[in-house]
């Protein structure tokens, strides 16, 4: 069994045999029942008299000096190796033995008897030869959870009686480790429990992470410190570890990290008057350790990934967001809305005291996704890495730069395919009714989609964080009452974000708890962390000298703008170290992102703007996203004409393609072309007939259609040969270009399967059927 942590207020229990009676102060009970817990763990009585025992620094250094030949007979340098693991351990204990020991009556000193235990370990280094190196890696390992002692020990506050209470409980914790140490020692399986408690970069990493969150403020470092080195401690209690997967273990041990992370920033938050930056930087550093939280569960997710659950993502067709958040998250700036992430509503939020929460942009900011995509990806890292084994977060994501649906069919497959990843008893009730459908690839009905969702809600033990991004880009009423449904569950928890002004508002209001407005006051605030954290050394702008002017100049222009100050920031890339350079263009800003992106239409060749022109039409209405060789592949053809001829030899480097096309309008994510921003998108649809960059949709998905059938009627291959975008969908785009243009667009597709059908039977079959499903 697994040594648990000890509580801060212990249960009456005997400390030893000499004193069967709890003492009544609740420290020294604290302290005797760690006592016991050594005794039970190990079979060792460290206050039995009688029993000579190593009980101080000085004793235990002279044992070892008593016993300097047995370390050179079986390995030189042993002794030495030994010394300098321990030193550390001993230099972070001995000072709150001194303060813990003061004034407290205890009967057995913390001094002598966290020295016993240590002495315990030492003596088996010398004894048993074969521990000698793990006994030392055991000490290193309770070092590196107690380095964060180190600055505080040194300090005269650390005697400050308020204090003793939080060196007691560290004290406790560390005879705990300490008798779990002897404990898998004696079994054989320490090296086994080093190398999967202990040895973790991702660990090792966390726990420096959270040594720097703990250490950030004076006023309260030294409480907090005691605090954290205790809950790390508590950790290395798991002495069953070896029993458990490798990586089971590492996500345990991060899992508690991120916990104590978390608590860390919320009693440093109320017990310390913080600056922004102060704030900002506590909120980095939780985030850092959340991330790489979320990567190794990540990590363990892919390995436990079965057929069966792919086989349900594919019948259901998932619309996986995973990817478009992490690209948020990556492109977000550190610490950005944090008065979101540490505000009341959504900490209420996390607690279940909330149980509905809606975000949204309201006033003059009304249109800005971007901010509150990054805020929505962040509130998904923050839940994710709190939710233990009693809750799940499930998320969905209207995405209008991607190709999925943004219906209730989309919605209900996320919910059901998450559910299926995470629960076996889910993934088991989707298969079984895979298998009852009519063909192997039919999709379900809604009515079955709602029913099952409704059964696995019910039917599960775990507490849901259903989190829905986006929530005024869905083309779908029917969502609404998909949403009001979950609100029903006692155990599930729902949080929207949208713009303010969707025509469903009246009903969000009625049945959301709570609301969090994103206003122009709160943006400007992340505007201004954001343009602080790049002109900070290693900053995109580190070179600018005249930060106060750079900051107030695009703060104020940018009206609460997130997007129209990222592509001002880029444009001072470049000339961040010319004083002069950087003065002229903060004089030349564009006055919104509109005039932004007719700047930079304006500066295309003349001789390049009609294969923009279709590039961007492509990117803004294409059914799914392109692969980068396949929106290359687009020019490619001759358009002179109303069918246009594809010609293999104008096949064009993919790089250059997307060069033309511009970074601001369209970005590569996965290898997948989409366009930069839902703004590009309405932009470009609201473009006046006589820019040249216009466009018609019907007449667009008219040339999308003619540009897949040239396509194929030019290349003879086999079907499977074929690039799936170009060679499948333009029946799709047939249906879409409306119907003034459909008897042509038809006659045009049977004149191209006509021509195939000499020549590959097999692909004119294919294209038939296509086109009567069509």
Known sequence: ??????????????????????????????????????????????????????????????????????????????????????????????????????????????????????????????????????????????????RIVKPVAARDVLKDDALREASVKLLAQILVVLGVIQKVRKQGRLVLWLKKLAKSKEVSSALADLSRLASNHHETVTAVTLYTAKETMAILTESDACNREEQAVIRMSLGSISKIAQDIHAMVRERSTLTLDQQNANRGILESIQRTLLQQVSHMGMERKTA??????????????????????????????????????????????????????????????????????????????????????????????????????????????????????????????????????????????????????????????????????????????????????????????????????EDLEAAFDSQVAMDQDRVTGDINSLLAALMTKGGLLDKITDTNLVQETLSSEADGNFRWVVLQVRELVDVAGIPAQVRRRLKMLPGNLGDVYDRLLASIHAAAQENVRILLMWAILTEQPLSTAEFAELLSFDYSERMPVYDASLRPSADHVLALAGSTFVAVQDGQVRIAHASVKDYLLALPSTSPFFVDKNLAYCLMARTGLAYIGSIMAPADAYPSHLAWIWVDYISQAGTDHRAELEQDAGRVIDTIENSNTALAASLHTAAEMG
């Not at 913390?110 to 521990?131: M, N």
């Not at 309201?362 to 809750?391: E, M, P, R």
């Not at 977060?393 to 999925?404: A, Y």
């Not at 989190?467 to 006692?490: F, M, R, S, W």
Request: contains cysteine.
């Open 308 to 505: 069966d659950v792919e086989k349900l993502f594919a019948w259901l067709q998932y619309p996986d967001c995973s990817v478009r958040m992490n690209n948020l998250l990556d492109n977000r700036a550190q610490s950005t809305g944090s008065w979101f992430l540490d505000g009341e509503e959504f900490t209420a939020f996390k607690k279940g005291t909330t149980k509905s929460l809606w975000l949204h942009g309201k006033g003059t900011v009304f249109y800005h996704t971007l901010i509150l995509h990054w805020l929505i990806a962040a509130g998904i890292q923050d839940l994710q890495a709190s939710c233990g084994a009693t809750s799940l977060t499930l998320t969905h994501l209207f995405d209008t730069t991607g190709s999925s649906p943004r219906n209730v069919r989309a919605l209900l497959s996320a919910l059901l395919c998450q559910l299926a990843y995470n629960v076996p008893d889910c993934a088991a009730q989707l298969l079984k009714l895979s298998e009852t459908a009519s063909t192997g690839n039919s999709q379900p009905s809604l009515r079955a989609m709602r029913h099952n969702l409704d059964v696995m809600l019910t039917d599960t033990h775990l507490h849901l964080f259903i989190v829905v991004d986006a929530l005024d880009e869905a083309d779908d009423p029917a969502v609404i009452p998909v949403l009001a449904n979950l609100q029903t569950y006692t155990n599930v928890s729902l949080m929207v974000s949208s713009r303010y002004e969707v025509i469903f508002r």
């Open 1 to 146: 069994m697994a040594a648990k942590p000890l509580p801060d207020l212990p249960a009456s229990s005997s400390a030893s045999s000499q004193d069967s009676t709890a003492p009544a102060d609740p420290l020294a009970a604290l302290w005797h029942q760690a006592i016991s817990s050594y005794r039970t763990e190990t079979g060792v009585n460290l206050c039995a008299e009688g029993n000579p025992r190593l009980d101080s620094e000085s004793a235990i250094h002279q044992y070892l000096d008593d016993h300097q030949q047995k370390f050179h007979d079986f390995r030189d340098g042993g002794a030495i190796r030994l010394r300098e693991a321990l030193a550390p351990v001993v230099a972070a204990c001995s000072p709150l033995c001194t303060v813990a020991g003061e004034g407290l009556g205890m009967v057995f000193e913390p001094s002598k008897v966290v020295f016993a235990a240590v002495g315990e370990l030492c003596k088996a280094a010398v004894e048993a030869r074969d521990d000698l190196d793990a006994i030392s890696d055991a000490f290193d390992t309770m070092a590196h959870h107690l």
